[in-house]
């Protein structure tokens, strides 16, 4: 079965840091997402990116945050210099459609900023 | 602003016992809803989903959920709960509207004693 595929399983950066989470979402989908979960919190979504631009982002996804899909086939997210309250996991979505269809996730990047 | 409300944060049940999980959301139309479960150390599986139609939706592994409009709800029941069903479980919304980023509730953790 298709699935989402994210690497590492698990990051540790050092404060300032720019980290770069990689994704493959399933081939033939065409919306892309990140989300992050701190430890004990909700899930939150961060971004949604469909041709090669932002499509939406919330008020956590500022200036520190990027994303891009450098090939055909991964979708990466750049924190540019990692703060402690970035760690989090991590995880990277994919839809064939913006509408009427669930979103597959990843399992997840646990990123630890020290 | 769309809204998920999940009351219990803890749930222990016996095997084979009944399970319903609580979901109420906040939105201004007609929601996507979707139910997913989180085992430790893994991403994020879709049990099942409601965009339209019939109130009663299956899913994956025995679940079944309810949409109530009149109670703005969306529970999560199984009837019989298996040892493996122990994980953290999360109702989500998504926007109608498009852009299918999805608002998660705070999650219920299901513990299962044998």
């Known amino acids: 079965e298709p699935e989402v595929t994210q690497t590492p399983s698990h990051q540790v950066t050092q404060m300032g840091q720019e980290v770069i989470l990689r994704c493959v979402p399933i081939?033939?989908?065409?919306?892309f997402y990140w989300y992050r979960q701190i430890l004990g919190q909700k899930v939150e979504f961060l971004v949604s990116?469909?041709?090669?631009?932002?499509?939406?982002k919330s008020e956590i996804f500022d200036d520190q945050f990027s994303v891009e899909r450098p090939d055909g086939s991964n979708f990466t997210l750049k924190i540019r210099s990692t703060k402690l309250e970035d760690s989090a996991m991590y995880f990277c979505?994919?839809?064939?459609?913006?509408?009427?269809?669930?979103?597959?996730f990843g399992q997840g990047t646990r990123l630890t900023v020290v | 602003a769309q809204s998920v409300t999940q009351p219990d944060i803890h749930i222990t049940v016996s095997e084979g016992a009944s399970l319903e999980l609580r979901c109420n959301y906040s939105?201004?139309?007609?929601?996507?809803l979707f139910w997913y479960v989180q085992s430790p150390g893994q991403g994020l599986q879709l049990l099942l989903k409601?965009?339209?139609?019939?109130?009663l939706v299956q899913g994956i592994k025995g679940f079944e959920a309810e949409f109530k409009r009149s109670q703005s709800s969306f529970n999560l029941r199984k009837p019989s709960v298996h040892w493996s069903d122990a994980a953290e479980y999360f109702c989500?919304?998504?926007?109608?509207?498009?852009?299918?980023?999805?608002?998660f509730g705070t999650g219920t953790q299901l513990k299962v004693e044998l």
């Open positions: 939105y201004g139309a007609t929601p996507y």
């Open positions: 081939s033939n989908h065409l919306y």
């Open positions: 990116f469909y041709n090669n631009e932002i499509s939406e």
């Open positions: 989500a919304v998504g926007s109608t509207g498009g852009g299918n980023k999805l608002t």
């Open positions: 979505a994919s839809s064939v459609e913006i509408m009427n269809t669930e979103a597959f």
């Open positions: 409601y965009f339209s139609g019939d109130t």
